[in-house]
């Protein structure tokens, strides 16, 4: 049968994990500490059912199977990350011949098999030794971070022609420092900017490091753009949006393309004192190193109204200063994960990118729907996730439709691969195209593993 939808040519079909979410630890394995391990180590019972970065996935020890299951579930593509602590495991300094070999094999198996390795750098993974000294507080982590960066340009740039430097650099500045759900924890709106500051001129320096290499590929980001809709067309509810989307969105996506921060959210920090420190050298770096390509992660947008109430001065800032969560009466919802489902968002987004950010080369770099319990929808051994099937195809539609209209996408990556580790949610919520038994470690594809593939193939659907 014909294809409804047909996606370009050398379209990326595939999917995103990240090193601390599936690696595992083994021992003699020489990996050093990481944010996530320091922290489970300080406080177990924040993560759910006890279940801490150790017992990840298994991939360390079994990626060679599981880069099989990448073949069967269609992938040409795959989005890994390297652990900073793996590879270095003082952060600086000294680097671990084991994790050279590791990655080394996993990028040349997957090449072996037709699956291009797209590679992150960063996924939140902080390595402890630098977490202890304040992570991006600190002005020198940005130097160790472009020295890591450097060094993985170095080991491993005859193969990897595509990189990432971060995933979503403003999840670990409010999960950190304002909202409490990523160590360190703590409510700082000042260091919570010099920390995201920090990480985008960390970002900048790595791109600036990759160009100097003169190695012949290309370099981006991952950021979570979350489309921002306000209530109605009251200017009060508008002008929440818009600034709710300067926090959550321009705030790393403007100074990633156009290398400038937006006039806007400056004055809105220096209005309330929590500007960073910077010098016109390092501002100089964001703007000669802006990305060649972007990955977007989309799971959600953002809905918001002028705020009901005027907000305490004297309380620590929060951007929530400038408008409310407008919970919006009939929208759809995933009612295994609690979040909205909004496939237009992506159409949005991707026309966003193509009329205000020079309709740069972009993909989408995490798609996907959490479930928690999900072996409640296993018939004859198999997760029968039609839900997941539905929501990807309502999503991929509405990108065919802003491909069509001159949107510059060049790939679809799911979050994920293999059921993983997810933070402090630990095993809460699957979203893999192949399901894990904890208990007997076992991998099944799923129906969307076996959907995905056909949908590769075809290069639609
Ligand atoms: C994404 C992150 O935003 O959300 C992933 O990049 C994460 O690392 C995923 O695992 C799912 O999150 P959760 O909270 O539903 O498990």
């Not at 237009?344 to 205000?356: H, P, S, T, V």
């Amino acid at each position: 049968m014909a294809n409804t939808y047909t996606f370009p040519q050398n379209f990326y079909w595939g999917s995103a994990t990240s090193a601390p979410q599936s690696e595992g630890t083994i021992s003699g394995d020489g990996k050093g500490k990481s944010l996530w391990d320091g922290w489970f180590a300080l406080e177990p019972g924040k993560f759910h059912n006890g279940i801490g970065p150790n017992k990840t996935s298994t991939f360390y020890e079994n990626y060679r199977t599981d880069i099989d299951f990448l073949k069967k579930t269609g992938h040409n593509s795959f989005r890994p990350s390297i652990s900073w602590s793996r590879l270095i495991p003082k952060g600086y300094g000294e680097v671990n011949p084991e994790a050279i070999i590791f990655y080394r094999d996993v990028f040349e198996r997957l090449i072996a098999q037709g699956v291009e390795p797209i590679v992150n750098l960063y996924h939140f993974d902080m390595p402890w030794c630098l977490q202890e000294i304040g992570g991006f507080e600190n002005r020198q982590v940005v130097e160790y971070y472009a020295q890591y960066a450097k060094t993985c340009f170095e080991l491993f740039g005859d193969i990897v022609k595509r990189w990432f430097t971060f995933n979503e650099p403003i999840v670990p500045v409010e999960a950190g420092y304002l909202y409490q759900f990523h160590y360190p924890n703590r409510v700082d709106p000042k260091a919570a900017c010099r920390v995201g500051y920090y990480t985008q001129l960390a970002s900048s320096r790595a791109i600036e490091e990759y160009r100097k290499l003169g190695q012949n590929g290309k370099i981006g980001i991952v950021l979570n753009l979350t489309p921002t809709y306000a209530r109605s067309s009251n200017r009060a509810d508008i002008q929440a949006a818009e600034i709710a989307d300067v926090f959550f969105n321009k705030a790393f996506l403007d100074p990633a393309v156009k290398g400038v921060f937006p006039d806007e959210l400056v004055k809105i920090l220096a209005k309330h004192n929590v500007l960073p420190e910077y010098t016109a050298d390092e501002l100089a770096v964001i703007k000669e190193n802006t990305v060649d390509f972007l990955g977007v992660n989309y799971y959600q947008p953002r809905r918001v109204k002028a705020r009901e109430n005027l907000p305490n001065p004297e309380a620590p800032f929060f951007p929530e200063y400038y408008f409310d969560t407008y919970d919006m009466p009939g929208k759809v919802m995933n009612p295994h994960r609690g979040w909205e489902i909004y496939p237009k968002g992506i159409y949005d987004l991707a026309i966003n990118i193509r009329d205000n950010y020079g309709n740069i080369e972009w993909m989408i770099s995490e798609n996907g729907m959490g479930v928690e319990g999900e072996e409640k929808f296993i018939v004859d051994g198999v997760v029968q996730d039609d839900y997941r099937i539905e929501f990807y195809e309502n999503h991929l539609a509405y990108l065919h439709q802003a491909i069509e209209e001159g949107s510059f996408c060049i790939g679809y990556h799911v979050w994920t691969f293999i059921d993983c580790w997810s933070w402090t949610n630990a095993y809460k919520n699957r979203y893999g195209l192949v399901a894990l038994d904890l208990k007997t470690q076992q991998k099944t594809i799923k129906k969307s593993g076996h959907w995905f593939k056909k949908v590769s193939e075809q290069n639609g659907f």
